[in-house]
């Protein structure tokens, strides 16, 4: 009974708090305008600085890739390993 009431209660809540919600200024209504272009202007360039991490890792992961290959190319039991018998073929 007493979860009954509690529901109840909730419901009957929830329209007051939406007309609520709609009289009240949002966040843009009360900056400045020169306070937003700042916050806009702060927010691209995190967001550019971020990019260029994402690229700088990605850059990094590809030099390592290259240089590890590079290490195995010379690893002759790799390549041995790692031959197929056809590719001995064309070397006889």
């Known amino acids: 009974m007493a979860k009954k009431?509690?529901?109840a209660a909730s419901?009957?809540?929830k329209p007051k708090a939406a007309a609520a919600d709609s009289q009240q200024a949002t966040l843009k209504d009360?900056?400045?305008a020169d306070v937003l272009s700042k916050l806009k202007e702060q927010s691209n360039a995190?967001?550019?600085a971020?990019?260029?991490k994402k690229q700088d890792a990605a850059q990094k992961a590809d030099e390592?890739?290259?240089q590890e290959q590079k290490r195995l190319e010379n690893d002759m039991e790799y390549l041995l390993n790692n031959s197929k018998p056809g590719d001995w073929k064309k070397y006889k």
């Open 64 to 66: 390592a890739r290259k």
């Open 46 to 48: 995190l967001k550019a």
């Open 50 to 52: 971020e990019e260029q």
């Open 5 to 7: 009431n509690r529901q």
């Open 30 to 32: 009360l900056l400045s």
């Open 11 to 13: 419901h009957a809540s």
